[in-house]
């Protein structure tokens, strides 16, 4: 298991309170249960708002719960179900020291509205933050009443912690195609914040990449099966939950990202979804923002998968704001040393041949091509203000994600190892390595050099060029090596 200053740096990274960020982690561990699982890995198939962030958009909303098609209607069964998790929760502790204490697990079957079983799970876990008093739960929601339309899709879940095992965590979950539809037929049934939020960002990330006649005919059978209509703007506009959409976005979103858009950003991009997805009316790939490749390395790229960057300020808000269309506010020290605070659209991140990083944006009051040096910005502030991308945004990639490992960090919350679970037949790799990548951080100070073997930007006592001793005591980051 991690530590606590891991799930803080996070915290920090994100802007998000710590008890969201352990949450998120403890996803992970639990994904890696079940998909090991001999009798659920191809059995339940992920889908929802926290697939969207585990398995497609890093930089995303963090959602909390975890829900299933379950493809046998006979594992919607209190006493199978609570059996199974006790198993899951051996391993999970096992693979991970992540306690999910077996007294506590839930599993209530009922018959849902549609006249269907239904289940709902909820797990208690203690993590990293070690709480006291209650502990905080997940729940889980099953159901084997959805029609799933194309093959589900295998993908790397999103875990950039430090215990990430060597191969990655792997979950069935619903193709794009097939969540892209589900979420608008969603969004058409129920007319909620979080379905919303989904559409548009499904429409902006991924949806030029892929077919759109196969998304529209896997809704037109999803609305089939539900006895609705295909979604218009005017059905949704004449729809009595429309006036509660909008009262409902601050109270529903605003706990699950740093800062939310505004509702009229998401609801105003709708008819531009609807125009590509029945009229056929492409969307226009925008260029790629200008950078002096004399200057930039070209050979280098921000990691696909968030990361705790320890710079002298948080990165992912910038990232995430740039995934959202909001513009970032910076204080900023130019080359002259005058301050100054200009409103941005953040595009993209490079780094110099001299190893600096560089955040290119648009001032978005003038409209002109800047680049800012990160080691120059002392704080950045994501503002509610949108704007509408003038450049590809390069800095929230999608598609499969990759990421370095590092080298692991473990706090186990017991003193002794529980016996492993002889049911779950399939063994991730060891998570922890003898080796590991090596961290270059460059004092903020006089621009030395300093290779770690952790990602800590703390520095040593050192002499600059001129061989006096050096007030810099910490550095900004640079690069991994491996």
């Not at 992540?98 to 009922?110: A, G, K, L, S, T």
């Not at 069935?172 to 914040?193: G, M, N, S, T, W």
């Not at 037949?425 to 961290?439: A, E, F, I």
């Not at 990602?455 to 090596?481: I, Q, S």
Request: charged share 30%; hydrophobic share 35%; proline share 7%.
């Amino acid at each position: 298991m991690i530590d606590r200053q891991e799930i803080m740096d996070f915290s920090r990274e994100f802007g998000l309170t710590a008890n969201i960020i352990e949450k998120d982690y403890v996803l992970g561990w639990l994904l890696a249960g079940i998909s090991n699982h001999p009798e659920l890995g191809s059995r339940w198939i992920f889908k929802g708002g926290t697939c969207l962030k585990k398995c497609y958009f890093e930089t995303y909303r963090f959602s909390e719960d975890l829900d299933f098609t379950v493809l046998h209607g006979d594992h919607q069964d209190e006493t199978f179900l609570i059996s199974l998790f006790k198993e899951i929760a051996g391993w999970v502790y096992d693979a991970s020291g992540i306690e999910i204490p077996r007294e506590p697990i839930r599993f209530d079957v009922y018959t849902n509205p549609r006249g269907k079983i239904s289940v709902q799970g909820r797990l208690a876990y203690r993590g990293p933050l070690l709480p006291g008093g209650d502990l905080p739960r997940i729940k889980l929601d099953l159901t084997d009443d959805e029609v799933l339309v194309l093959d589900p899709a295998s993908r790397e879940v999103h875990h950039p912690y430090s215990d990430r095992p060597d191969d990655g965590i792997h979950v069935q979950c619903y193709c794009f195609e097939e969540v892209f539809a589900e979420k608008i037929r969603a969004l058409a049934e129920r007319l909620r914040p979080r379905d919303l939020y989904d559409v548009i960002h499904l429409y902006r990330h991924d949806s030029a990449k892929h077919d759109r006649a196969i998304i529209l005919d896997t809704l037109e059978k999803k609305c089939a099966f539900k006895g609705i209509s295909v979604p218009t703007m005017e059905i949704l506009e004449s729809k009595p939950e429309r006036a509660e959409l909008e009262t409902e976005w601050e109270n529903m979103l605003g706990h699950q990202v740093p800062v939310l858009p505004p509702f009229e950003q998401f609801w105003q991009e709708l008819p531009e979804i609807f125009e590509w997805l029945y009229r056929a009316v492409e969307k226009v790939a925008p260029a790629a923002i200008p950078v002096g490749r004399q200057v930039v390395d070209t050979a280098w790229h921000p990691p696909a998968m968030a990361t705790a960057w320890r710079t002298s300020i948080p990165l992912e808000p910038i990232r995430f704001a740039a995934a959202n269309h909001l513009c970032v506010q910076l204080n900023y020290i130019d080359a002259n040393g005058n301050w100054k605070r200009p409103i941005i659209e953040p595009y993209s991140l490079r780094r110099t041949r001299e190893d600096n990083l560089l955040l290119y944006a648009v001032k978005h009051e003038t409209g002109e091509d800047r680049s800012y040096r990160i080691d120059r910005i002392k704080s950045a502030e994501v503002t509610k203000i949108p704007f509408t991308p003038k450049y590809a945004i390069e800095l929230t990639p999608t598609g499969p994600i990759s990421a370095p490992p590092k080298t692991a960090v473990y706090s186990d919350v017991r003193t002794s190892r529980p016996r492993k679970t002889r049911s779950v037949v399939r063994r991730l790799r060891s998570v922890t390595s003898s080796y590991g990548p090596k961290y270059v951080f460059k004092c903020n100070f006089c621009g030395k050099k300093f290779t770690h073997k952790t990602n800590d930007p703390n520095l040593n006592k050192h002499k600059d060029k001129y061989g006096n001793l050096c007030p810099g005591r910490t550095g900004f980051y640079v690069t991994t090596k491996y």
